[in-house]
């Protein structure tokens, strides 16, 4: 299976006691996401530096109560702030919405970044 983005498949499968078809299932739908978004007339990949699987999520925020239960939450985040990665993430949907539910449309999303090692690309086809 093409892997399209980086993670330790077989290492996380093994820690979920996950069966080798339920890994293939889970690959073959984000194979097929990703897909589609590399096929989409329009779309966004932003890239926050130092941003985890939970940046994205209030998950960052909550990761220190969880930590007893849960020792490995932390390998979930990233090296950014959790507040500031989320204030990332919040900034960067809002911008999205408005760009294509509200007039006039938010700048956020046309113009080069104004946070400190976010990317992001849209095409166009």
């Known amino acids: 299976v093409n892997h399209p983005f980086p ?8 820690e979920m006691g996950l ?4 890994v293939a299932l889970a690959l073959s739908e984000l194979n097929s996401a990703y897909t589609a978004y590399v096929n989409a007339p329009t779309a ?5 530096a130092g941003a985890g699987y ?8 909550l990761a220190p ?3 007893p239960a849960f020792p490995d939450a ?11 990665g989320l ?14 539910l509200q007039t006039p449309p938010n700048d956020l999303l046309a113009e ?14």
């Open 7 to 14: 993670w330790p498949w077989d290492q996380t499968a093994a």
């Open 87 to 100: 204030e990332i993430t919040v900034q960067y949907l809002v911008a999205f919405f408005h760009t294509y």
């Open 74 to 84: 932390a390998n979930f985040l990233g090296t950014i702030d959790p507040q500031a």
């Open 44 to 48: 966004y990949s932003v890239s926050i």
């Open 112 to 125: 080069p970044s104004p946070y400190p090692g976010v990317t992001y690309d849209f095409h166009v086809r």
């Open 65 to 67: 109560l969880f930590a």
């Open 19 to 22: 069966t080798d078809q339920q």
């Open 54 to 61: 939970a940046n994205f999520s209030d998950m960052a925020l």
